[in-house]
Nanobody, 124 residues
Framework: QVQLVESGGGLVQAGGSLRLSCVAS????????MGWFREARGKEREFVGA????????RYGDSVKGRFTTSRDDAKNTVYLQMNSQKPEDTAVYYC?????????????????WGQGTQVTVAS
């Protein structure tokens, strides 16, 4: 069992930056691929990014490439999502998730554990 708790959400102006954190507790954090997803009101949950066990590989959704970066600190059991050049369309609830697969998968059903989410609102 892995418990995930996100933090760092809030209100930001367009063009601004936020950094989300996700702290994990429970089973070996370092053996999980960690992903970020977001869900805007009335839309399906969307893949944002993922990072491999070692942190050496990352993958991003097309809508955030070049603006968002995910990283991890296994010593702190924490994964981060740095969000730059934010747009109003980035407004959503952001979730971190843990997957036991070996790849930086973008598929929701391959993530076994989920956090409760944190709201990010980007004002125009």
């Amino acid at each position: 069992q892995v418990q995930l708790v996100e933090s760092g959400g809030g209100l930001v102006q367009a063009g601004g930056s936020l950094r989300l954190s996700c702290v994990a507790s429970g089973r070996s954090f370092s053996t999980y691929v960690m992903g970020w997803f977001r869900e805007a009101r009335g839309k399906e949950r969307e893949f944002v990014g993922a990072i491999s066990w070692s942190g050496g590989r990352t993958r991003y959704g097309d809508s955030v490439k070049g603006r968002f970066t995910t990283s991890r600190d296994d010593a702190k059991n924490t994964v981060y999502l740095q969000m730059n050049s934010q747009k109003p369309e980035d407004t959503a609830v952001y979730y971190c998730a843990a997957s036991p697969v070996e790849t930086t998968t973008p598929y929701r059903d391959q993530y076994e554990y989920w956090g409760q989410g944190t709201q990010v609102t980007v004002a125009s």
